[in-house]
């Protein structure tokens, strides 16, 4: 298992929040900050990250990974 998704699966399969995963793994913040902007839509990403290169990293992450936000989302619906 990469670290994108052992960081991917403990915030949207096991829920652990940002803060958490940014104090367990503080030398991969960066990574963590990446992860966390996921669940960001795709035309905010463009207007909020200024650098090319990070915003292309996490537009593909997103299309990689986008069906294990995606169903924690829906998990989140149900049990509100």
């Known amino acids: 298992m990469t670290l994108y998704e052992k960081l991917i699966d403990l915030k949207y399969r096991q829920g652990?929040?940002?803060?958490?995963?940014?104090?367990?793994?503080?030398?991969?913040?960066?990574?963590?900050?990446?992860?966390?902007?996921?669940?960001?839509?795709?035309?905010?990403?463009k207007e909020v990250i200024p650098e090319k290169r990070i915003l292309e990293r996490v537009i593909n992450l997103k299309k990689q990974f986008q069906g294990m936000a995606r169903a924690q989302r829906r998990k989140e619906r149900v049990f509100d």
Do not use: S
């Not at 929040?17 to 996921?38: G, I, K, N, Q, S």
């Open 16 to 45: 652990v929040p940002t803060y958490e995963l940014a104090h367990r793994f503080p030398e991969h913040v960066d990574r963590v900050t990446e992860v966390a902007l996921l669940d960001i839509p795709e035309n905010t990403l």
